[in-house]
């Protein structure tokens, strides 16, 4: 045979099995979403975490009952609101904790984040002038509205029309998290 016809009739056989075969049916959490385990192999807790380790255990304990919180009678953004307002809760503790009342170090902070018990970008927002009271990051996304504007909570209620002086933010139910309210 030559080359050529050795190419040809290799032409009809089915390719080889893919050698990744074991593909995840679902990706894991990311550390946003909830607090590492504690494990064998993770850092030991710095020193300081005593301070807050209680309050941190009694929201993760809220979070829990909320999310086992029937969703009946609800639509379904507003069975996510609770878990935004203990996510906003427990990322605010921790931001008073360092910032405002200085009581933790800053290697405590920043475990407190890496572990997943605040959100870095949330708190990064709150340092910024205008963004002291945001209730969270998805409420200043241009991309998730029709119009390419933030959500409805960020507009101060002196300047909002007459019939919207009661409107809650579909992404996490605030009711108004404008500087200037």
């Given at each position: 045979?030559?080359?050529r016809?050795?190419?040809?009739?290799?032409?009809g056989?089915?390719p080889?099995?893919?050698?990744?075969?074991h593909?995840r049916?679902?990706?894991?959490?990311?550390?946003t979403?909830?607090?590492?385990?504690?494990?064998?192999?993770?850092?030991?807790?710095p020193?300081?975490?005593?301070?807050v380790?209680d309050?941190?255990?009694?929201?993760?304990?809220q979070?829990?009952?909320?999310?086992?919180?029937?969703?009946?009678?609800k639509?379904?953004?507003?069975?996510?609101?609770?878990i935004?307002?203990l996510?906003?809760q427990?990322?605010?503790?921790v931001y008073?904790?360092?910032?405002?009342?200085?009581?933790i170090?800053?290697?405590l902070?920043?475990?407190?984040l890496?572990e997943?018990?605040?959100d870095?970008?949330?708190?990064?927002?709150?340092?910024?002038?205008?963004?002291e009271r945001?209730?969270?990051?998805?409420?200043i996304?241009?991309?998730?509205?029709?119009?390419?504007?933030?959500?409805?909570?960020?507009v101060?209620?002196a300047?909002?029309?007459?019939?919207?002086?009661?409107?809650?933010?579909?992404n996490?139910?605030?009711?108004g998290?404008?500087?200037?309210?």
């Open positions: 045979r030559t080359r016809s050795a190419t040809r009739s290799s032409v056989r089915s080889a099995p893919a050698r990744d075969h593909v049916a679902s990706a894991p959490p990311t550390a979403e909830m607090p590492r385990l504690a494990t064998l192999r993770a850092k030991k807790k020193k300081g975490f005593e301070l380790e309050t941190l255990e009694e929201i993760e304990r979070m829990r009952d909320a999310e086992s919180v029937s969703s009946d009678g639509r379904k953004q507003e069975t996510s609101w609770a935004f307002r996510h906003h427990r990322s605010r503790y008073e904790m360092y910032y405002k009342r200085k009581l170090s800053r290697e902070y920043d475990w407190l890496r997943g018990f605040g870095e970008h949330l708190i990064a927002k709150w340092k910024k002038q205008g963004y945001l209730c969270c990051v998805r409420c996304q241009t991309r998730d509205t029709n119009f390419g504007s933030v959500c409805i909570c960020r101060p209620k300047q909002r029309e007459a019939g919207a002086a009661h409107v809650q933010c579909k996490c139910g605030c009711e998290c404008a500087t200037g309210d």
